[in-house]
């Protein structure tokens, strides 16, 4: 089993910035994606943005040049830096990592954590 933790979730104010984390441990060979999707009430998780094994990085748009997604191998660690933070930008974030295990890619996603950003 793989688990996924996520830490650095909260409140702060618009234009503020947040930094959460990833870190997944368990019985893993190799990490391919990881990346970080929203969910606000009543409406599908989406994805905020996604990096490769190999570094190459996707974005949604709405988050385009405010947000940086980053990932530290050696530590199955993904990151999510958030600048210039709008309210919409509040949801439950959830980190995802597909994850090669006994020759076949399983996807596992952590628990959530609460952002709020408030006007």
């Known amino acids: 089993q793989v688990q996924l933790v996520e830490s650095g979730g909260g409140l702060v104010q618009a234009g503020g910035s947040l930094r959460l984390s990833c870190a997944a441990s368990g019985s893993i060979f190799s990490i391919n994606d990881m990346g970080w999707y929203r969910q606000v009430p009543g409406k599908q998780r989406e994805l905020v943005a996604l990096?490769?094994?190999?570094?190459?990085?996707n974005y949604a748009d709405s988050v385009k040049g405010r947000v940086t997604i980053s990932r530290d191998n050696a530590k199955n660690t993904v990151y999510l830096q958030m600048n210039s933070l709008k309210p919409d930008d509040t949801g439950v974030y959830y980190c995802?990592?597909?994850?090669?295990?006994?020759?076949?890619?399983?996807?596992?996603w952590g628990q959530g954590t609460q952002v709020t950003v408030s006007s």
């Open positions: 995802k990592a597909l994850v090669s295990q006994y020759g076949t890619t399983f996807q596992y």
């Open positions: 990096v490769t094994k190999s570094g190459s990085t």
